[in-house]
């Protein structure tokens, strides 16, 4: 049976990943996606593993029963926790995290060899990032650290200003301080969290720019391409024309359309009405 | 029957409500308290009322089947939406807010009948602290801001220096502005969310020494005595004795016990340990 023609799902517990999905739709902009964002119990990043994985295996299972031919988990606590989980729920379904392909650009990135990872509380303690980087270069040196402000910053859209200069400034400077030996400064700096490529401006300020700063959001839509085109379900041309007027994104969330709409239009970069957004029950 | 040596059930989205805890243990030191934190769904400031309506009635079953006296919604979003559900599920029950004692003490406070109240989204949206003012002095003009972002500031334990300083400019110089005709300006402010007594002292500096700071977790733990005093409810002083050794606290959370304890501990400004948190499904 050809697949190829069914939508991708990318799940994400709120509207963060849509960052995710603005990469997906730029790198593969024949294919259709279904979007679910699991507002009702996010922030994810705050919660346990265990709560993570059940959330993720239903938003799965949710996603699976409309027929899709893919899975990205855009949410990095999701990725981190869950992502065993789910390909052992569903071994026939490619599933891909955020996790891998961040880490792949990150070591490709460094030459020092000490990378900084900033992301929620969830994913930092979860060390999914870390033990993704030792795998793939042994002797890196990795500093993690949680950045729950650019959460809410993101999504205030307080993405510039004074607040988020000094909350950039305060998380940040003692990772990229030039006072430190020259081989502990870290040159490369993995987003590892959905929210935070919409303040890349101020974290540039505060790193220099002589850091690499990965956006996992890109990475990630690249690994997603290389995936399916392994697997053969990359869908034609020519089926994407043969679809018509038939809109290449939908949107699913747990919880409040409305503030969906009105939050996610700024992470997706694209209007979002909240007629768009369906209310699902996981 | 007698209730009055039973415990009184405090309720919250999640560790903000032990502010109010604190609160009630100063004022009412014979009483026993079970507090819930329902952080596995928290924060309840973005959700929905229909799904803050079904949280807090899930979560006054659970603490009605642990036989309390009396439930207080610690809580400003579950008091805002969720009250008059709560009331009629628990006839008997003695059901405290946080809203209504809030809005008395501004009314009492305000010389001009210009009030600012600050709250989270869903708080502010919902309009509860607007009509509960209204209510109390038709005059009245109140002018409600959500500030999101001083929860995460008070989770964070920023709760001063720069980060703190410029987000509490941002949101409240507007709103008490020398500029603003004096009839106009704002002489009360109520502090609509159970986090924020933890960044009064950033919230002064920029409202300055003029006006009227509530603090609704005091008031609604003078609500609360009142109200246990007129229904006969209030625990014996020999009782409180009697029971020994019993801990006059205990703590239920349905998700993520070390944090629960290392974050409420500076909520509830005593420590909380992680053995103390029991977990619970609702």
């Not at 290449?248 to 709409?261: H, I, K, Q, V």
Request: charged share 20%; net charge neutral; proline share 5%.
């Amino acid at each position: 049976v050809d697949h190829s023609a069914r939508a991708i799902a990318v799940f994400d517990s709120g509207v963060g990943g849509l960052t995710v999905l603005a990469a997906l739709c730029a790198e593969l902009p024949h294919e259709q996606f279904v979007y679910l964002g699991d507002t009702a119990r996010l922030p994810y990043g705050t919660k346990s593993d265990e709560s993570v994985v059940r959330y993720a295996l239903q938003a799965a299972a949710a996603l699976v029963e409309r027929e899709v031919k893919a899975l990205v988990v855009a949410c990095n606590t999701a990725s981190a926790a869950a992502l065993p989980a789910l390909r052992q729920r569903y071994p026939q379904l490619p599933v891909i995290g955020v996790v891998e392909p961040g880490a792949d650009a990150a070591v490709a990135a460094s030459r020092s060899g000490c990378i900084a990872v900033i992301g929620t509380e969830a994913t930092v303690r979860g060390g999914a990032y870390q033990r993704a980087i030792g795998q793939r270069r042994p002797d890196a040196r990795v500093n993690a650290v949680a950045c729950q402000l650019f959460v809410a910053l993101a999504e205030e859209g307080w993405t510039s200003g004074a607040v988020a200069r000094s909350t950039a400034q305060r998380y940040l400077a003692p990772l990229f301080s030039p006072d430190a030996p020259s081989a502990m400064a870290a040159d490369t700096l993995v987003l590892g969290c959905t929210h935070f490529p919409t303040l890349q401006a101020v974290i540039r300020e505060v790193v220099g720019e002589h850091v690499t700063i990965v956006d996992s959001a890109i990475t990630t839509a690249r690994a997603a391409r290389a995936l399916l085109a392994a697997r053969e379900l990359l869908r034609p041309k020519e089926a994407a024309g043969a679809a018509g007027h038939a809109s290449p994104l939908s949107f699913l969330a747990t919880d409040g359309a409305a503030r969906f709409a009105s939050i996610g239009t700024r992470f997706l970069g694209r209007r979002i009405s909240a007629d768009e957004v369906e209310l699902i029950d996981l």
